[in-house]
């Protein structure tokens, strides 16, 4: 599979503020990859160098086989690829949705069909309102369909869901998924973990400008082999047992109870315990 972007070392200080320091990753060609951390971790600089809107001060980086601070003489075809949804939204509040939508594909080469696109974010119904009377949710709605008109094949998407609703974020991720069926690469920044379980085929954790470690959801931080918790009713009282291996310590409880178990659970450690206790560790 082919390498879309890959960055080497990469460097970024604002003044004596190490926002990205020495940061290396690999993104293959369609996969869904989230970028996750705290606020101030460098998630932003780190994807604003890779759209080519900010400079670095070290390290390599190549997008699409281009450096993004130079695009190798060929930024229009360049941009042409690449969809971005920023964190801030579009201020295209003087145009109705469709007039915006429409706007932004004579920008490219070979744009989607605006109509097509604002039904597959789920704006059909509010094409011909002004873009200043839409709620934050459909705003941003609007913001990832203007980041897909141009028929990307590479995809940034920065916190793509603040303020979306939960049915409209599942439309959302379902929306996702169908671009990286059909071809494309998507880079993701999230702050809801359950995002980023729902749709990376890989995430990386970065935490003060530094990469702490690239994995699957499942086996991010140890995951996959993490110490289960049984939970069960017993004598009036909830009990709680870690243990490694969840199936014997069932059957055995099973044998015990000689059939039913009272409000058995066994759970693994979420994205979200594992991710907070990589972060927290960080602290210590
Ligand atoms: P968030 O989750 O809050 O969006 P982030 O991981 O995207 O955070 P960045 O925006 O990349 O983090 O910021 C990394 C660090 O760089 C922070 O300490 C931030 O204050 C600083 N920083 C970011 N942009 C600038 C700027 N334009 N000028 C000065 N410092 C900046």
């Known amino acids: 599979m ?53 400079h670095r001060d070290g390290g390599t980086v190549s997008v699409l086989g281009f450096d993004p601070a130079t695009r190798g003489g060929a930024a229009q075809s360049w941009r042409d690829r690449i969809g971005i949804v920023l964190q801030s939204t579009h201020d295209a509040g003087d145009l109705t949705v469709l007039e915006s939508v429409t706007h932004f594909a004579g920008y490219y080469t070979n744009p989607k069909n605006p109509r097509e696109v604002l039904d597959l974010v789920g704006l059909s119904d509010k094409a011909d309102s002004l873009g200043r009377t839409l709620s934050g949710g459909q705003r941003r709605r609007l913001d990832v369909a203007l980041g897909i008109i141009g028929s990307p094949e590479l995809i940034f998407l920065d916190e793509p869901t603040t303020g979306f609703d939960p049915e409209a974020r599942r439309a959302f991720w379902g929306l996702i998924r169908k671009l990286r069926d059909e071809g494309a690469t998507i880079l993701l920044t999230t702050h809801y973990l359950d995002e980023a379980e ?27 082999t993490a110490l289960a918790t049984v939970s ?8 709680t047992q870690e243990t490694d291996s969840p199936t014997k310590f069932i059957a055995e409880l099973s044998a015990r109870f000689q059939g039913e178990i009272p409000e058995l659970s066994a759970k693994r450690p979420s994205l979200e315990d594992i991710y907070l206790r990589m972060i927290g560790s960080e602290h210590e």
């Open 2 to 54: 082919s390498t879309v972007i890959s960055v080497s070392g990469l460097q970024k200080s604002y003044g004596t503020n190490r926002a990205v320091a020495g940061v290396d990753l690999e993104i293959r060609q369609g996969e869904i990859f989230a970028l996750l951390g705290p606020n101030g971790a460098g998630k932003t600089t780190t994807v604003e160098i890779l759209e080519g809107f900010r």
């Open 232 to 239: 069960w009713r017993e004598g009036g009282l909830l009990r």
């Open 198 to 224: 729902a749709l990376a085929d890989r995430v990386a954790v970065i935490n003060h400008g530094k990469i702490i470690e690239v994995s699957t959801p499942a086996n991010l931080g140890g995951r996959a």
